[in-house]
């Protein structure tokens, strides 16, 4: 009998120790300011670097609903946006410049579990700092048998974000689950780079990934609209898409794919996928602009890039063109070179005629 409470007794030990210790959620009440690491805004106590602790800024009245982190912080997973105290908000985590965010486990933008009382959204802006995430999921609905909505916004606008085992954009756990989920990433500045698992967007809902600047690098595939019924948006406005390793692909969702000034490279000569990707009905092109056609750009990229050089012209005259340069795909958008300008060209020559002429 005393060798049996002395049993229990190290186990409770062990399990106290936090190396087996159970997942301890600690929730964000912005009761003091909107610093992170202020103790007082949490009911538990600001999240620390233990394995499985969760930190949760849930949607809710409170008095400080969008944390600030302006230094460095560590968990195992960060939830934004579960529906807390109310509905209605949508609560935001701003990582400054010289911040520095990790979590082992992942992080979540807009997230809802099947006890929640209605739908969930959250965001995070990433202004500057350099950021080691497990993984990232942009709008999930979690667990099973889950009703409830969930979406999500992530904006880099500086600093570095780093991915070692992928991410969703518009994710939903397992089949039983029937919520709606919506994610956009949203990429202006400063850099991602994704690791692990393949990155997906519109895994089984409605996906957005938009390169405005900086770039986006994805080191094990990317894929787009990964189950039937789900969509994925590709914005190229600027900056730089690179699939550095593995497949850039479509599953068996629907697939937009607007392109201005951006730039999408791949690894290997994958310009028979792209020509067989914008061949597909279930992808939708549209070209709003690019470089000048036979600008110093353009005619650099096409010389390089010449090895099975494909175009796609749409109404417009606007072009697409990709090649193979032996290593790897790029492709890029052109623009005519605006008529205007050829007859502006010309009547300021007439004016000009004229103008002699009355001398």
Partial sequence: MKSARYILFYLLCIFASGKYAFSQNTLWQGSQSSDFNTAGNWNFGTPTPTDRTIGTIREGGYANPNPVLSESASMGQL??????????TTPTLTLGAGSALTTTIRTDVGYSLSGDASNSSGALTVNGGNHNLGSLYIGNVAGGNNAVNASGTTTINGGTVNLSNGGFIAARSVTTSTGTSTGSLIIRGGSLSAAGSTFQVGQRGSGTLSLEGGSATFNNGLRLADQAGS?????????????????????????????????????????????????????TLTITGGLVADSAEDTALSTQYSQNLGEITDSNGN???????????????????????????????LLFVMIRHRK
């Fill in 79 to 88: 939830r934004i946006g579960q529906l807390g105290g109310g509905a209605g």
């Fill in 231 to 283: 969509s994925a948006m590709l914005n190229l406005a600027s900056g730089t898409l690179d699939v550095a390793s593995g497949f850039f692909t479509l599953g068996a969702g629907t697939l937009a794919i607007n392109i201005d000034k951006g730039i999408l490279q791949l690894n290997g000569n994958r310009t028979g996928l792209l020509g067989t990707l914008f061949a597909d009905s279930d992808v």
């Fill in 319 to 349: 072009k697409i063109y990709y090649g193979f340069d032996g290593d790897d795909t790029k492709m890029w958008s052109v623009i005519p070179e605006p008529p205007t300008y050829a007859l502006f060209g010309g009547f300021l020559a």
